[in-house]
T-cell receptor, first 115, second 108 residues
């Protein structure tokens, strides 16, 4: 299947700092990418849909000014957690939509810990 | 998107078939049934999807009832590496909304 990478795989930061997570589709072009968050022992929660060249669409309850999404190319989307706080500590997962196969391929996730 | 109902957990003996059920009684005509699985602390892995016909690939088979209100994912010969949370999702080929899934434990 198609490959999606995320960087970094884990990050620890101090409260109040901003953290950027990259999501790359390595062998396909992803016009659409998705960002999810997963807390321990819970399911994945969709945060936003990222479309190349346009503004992201955020799910209800997700603050767009706190979770900045940029999808500047067909292979790269970034999520920036601004002014991170301990409650933002979570597992962040992205996916890319491979339109020729109607399949979403997921990255390995990024574990964010905010101290 | 339509909601799905799955049993919270299931057990399966290694080498036997694992049959994971999913109810999606409110599915609409243009929604597909997708199955993903997530092994602990990894991103979800695509397994299979279908609209109304049964589907088979190298990983699994998907059986969809004629009224499309339920489906079954079949892992024909489960191995220990198939231990994971399995998610059944109905979607219009765009965003995926994950439910709680079924935690499948394959034991020796």
């Amino acid at each position: 299947g198609a490959v999606v990478s995320q960087h970094p795989s884990w990050v620890i930061c101090k409260s109040g700092t901003s953290v950027k997570i990259e999501c790359r589709s390595l062998d396909f072009q992803a016009t659409t990418m998705f960002w999810y968050r997963q807390f321990p022992k819970q399911s994945l929660m969709l945060m936003a849909t990222s479309n190349e060249g346009s503004k992201a669409t955020y799910e209800q309850g997700v603050e767009k000014d706190k979770f900045l999404i940029n999808h500047a190319s067909l292979t790269l989307s970034t999520l920036t957690v601004t002014s991170a706080h301990p409650e933002d500590s979570s597992f962040y997962i992205c996916s890319g939509l491979e339109t020729s196969r109607d399949e979403q391929f997921f990255g390995p996730g990024t574990r964010l810990t905010v101290l | 998107d339509a909601k799905t109902t799955q049993p919270p957990s299931m057990d399966c003996a290694e080498g036997r078939a694992a049959n994971l059920p999913c109810n999606h009684s409110t599915i609409s005509g243009n929604e597909y049934v997708y199955w993903y699985r997530q092994i602990h602390s990894q991103g979800p892995q695509y397994i299979i999807h279908g609209l109304k016909n049964n589907e088979t690939n190298e990983m699994a088979s998907l059986i969809i009832t004629e009224d499309r209100k339920s489906s079954t994912l079949i892992l024909p010969h489960a191995t220990l590496r198939d231990t994971a949370v399995y998610y059944c999702i109905v979607s219009r080929r765009d965003k995926l909304i994950f439910g709680a899934g079924t935690r499948l434990a394959v034991h020796p």
